[in-house]
């Protein structure tokens, strides 16, 4: 009797025993996969491209349309964003919004300048907001669409000064690098968007193997020569990659039905991201467009992973 006793309390600790390790193991693996997936979506990106309208806008100013912005990009799960007409007053209140969770860089295409030091109440900031938890920036710089892209200048009969802010970030938790460029091509000159095509192409490629990503308001259809110019070499659009995509107008003017096809707002990267969705963001807030352009969104992900290449 005692024997048996002995042989069901070796029996139960081993069982015990067993479950113990298989539990800790089970743990251990679970915890595993959530930090890989966790680095696994880290690698995917959501992009997005906004022309804030600098004036006020359908009787709405800064003030009414500000809160609609800040929902529009944390409620999207924002990793970087390229706005275009973001004034001095708009960049106060973006930084003010959104500082808590993310970063800037740019300076404007009149004074060459962050925000906070330009004395130009129409300094139009191309800049890049990205998320400062996740990314760290290895570099950033800036040039203007001109024949003297290092100046301060208009270009090819522009009616604005325009510029085109750029930045390498690093995840910080894979060590990834990519590059975003953001700009806003000129409205009046046809010759200057032109150029400008080309000189955006030109330094996409300088970054060689880099996952790049260029957004902005470049106001031209997806019927000009200018779209085909500007797809038909390294940059793609993520509106025609994507599987889950969608064709809307990007610019409305609060009057949709005016403005049907008029897709002006792009999201374009190289063949270092996979586009996986893109979407025109309509949503209003308070029954209010937060812009006379709507928000553009793409979901990217990385297919070249890079190290560290400072």
């Keep these: 009797m005692k024997n048996l006793v002995k042989i069901i309390a070796i029996v139960l600790v081993f069982g015990l025993i067993s479950h113990g390790t298989g539990f800790l193991i089970g743990t251990i693996q679970n915890k595993n996969n959530e930090e890989n997936g966790y680095k ?20 709405k100013d800064l003030e009414t349309r500000i809160d609609g912005v800040k929902k529009t990009i944390t409620e999207n799960n924002i990793d970087c964003l390229g706005v275009q007409e973001a004034t001095p007053y708009w960049m106060t209140a973006l930084n003010e919004k959104l500082g808590d969770k993310y970063a800037y860089i740019g300076v404007g ?18 800049a890049i907001f990205y998320l400062k938890d996740k990314y760290n920036v290895i570099k950033s710089g800036h040039f203007w669409l001109s024949e003297t892209p290092d100046e301060i200048s208009y270009g090819w009969n522009s009616a604005y000064r325009r510029i085109c802010n750029w930045v390498i970030l690093e995840n910080k938790y894979t ?28 330094k996409v490629k300088e970054f060689k193997e880099l996952p790049v990503i260029f957004t902005g308001d470049l106001n031209f259809l997806e019927i000009s020569i200018g779209y085909k110019d500007i797809t038909s070499d390294v940059l793609k659009d993520t509106k025609v990659l994507a599987k889950d995509t ?28 996979k586009a996986v969705k893109y979407e025109v963001i ?24 890079q190290g560290n290449r400072n």
């Excluded at 309509?282 to 992973?305: E, F, T």
């Design 40 to 59: 696994k979506a880290k690698e995917s990106l959501n992009i997005m491209t906004l022309n804030v309208c600098s004036w006020s806008f359908d009787g």
């Design 109 to 126: 295409s009149n004074t060459g300048k962050d925000y906070k030091e330009s004395n130009n109440a129409e300094d139009e900031f191309t």
């Design 175 to 202: 060590n990834t690098q990519f590059v975003h460029l953001n700009t806003h091509f000129d409205n009046a000159s046809s010759e200057a968007r032109r150029h400008s095509i080309g000189m955006i192409l030109e």
């Design 246 to 273: 969608m064709h809307s107008s990007t610019f409305h003017n609060a009057d949709p039905n005016a403005f049907k096809d008029y897709v002006l707002d792009y999201i374009l990267i190289n063949d270092g991201f």
């Design 282 to 305: 309509k949503k209003r807030y308070k029954y209010r467009y937060i812009s006379d352009h709507y928000a553009v969104v793409a979901s990217v992900q990385v297919c070249k992973l």
